[in-house]
């Protein structure tokens, strides 16, 4: 069974900066591709971003392009989401998932398997 777990949400200001962590198991984690989710109090969880297994391809909605940053470690079994200026909207929890493909930055929520239990982020004006 795959597990993931999301660190390093917490509580910033409007311009301000957070870097979560995701920490996976099992010995596979470089075959597949991994995604950042987030979802708001209301509204449906959407992709903040995703990343092919190898890291060489990205992805990212549009409401975070030039401000987020997806990596990865695959010695470590670890993806980062870098986040800066940050805003009030990008108030959510954040979910770290996997896929069940390889080559591609996915975007589609239901295609993503695994997901973690959430780190929340809260961004104040």
């Known amino acids: 069974q795959v597990q993931l777990v999301e660190s390093g949400g917490g509580s910033v200001q409007a311009g301000g900066s957070l870097r979560l962590s995701c920490a996976a198991s099992g010995r596979t984690f470089s075959w597949y591709a991994m995604g950042w989710f987030r979802q708001a109090p209301g509204k449906e969880r959407e992709l903040a971003a995703a990343?092919?297994?190898?890291?060489?391809?990205?992805a990212y909605a549009d409401s975070v392009k030039g401000r987020f940053t997806i990596s990865r470690d695959n010695a470590k079994n670890m993806v980062y989401l870098q986040m800066n200026s940050l805003k009030p909207e990008d108030t959510a929890v954040y979910y770290c998932?996997?896929?069940?493909?390889?080559?591609?930055?996915?975007?589609?929520?239901?295609?993503?398997?695994?997901w973690g239990q959430g780190t929340q982020v809260t961004v104040s004006s």
């Open positions: 998932a996997r896929h069940g493909s390889s080559g591609n930055p996915y975007m589609a929520v239901r295609e993503y398997i695994y």
């Open positions: 990343i092919s297994n190898n890291g060489g391809r990205t």
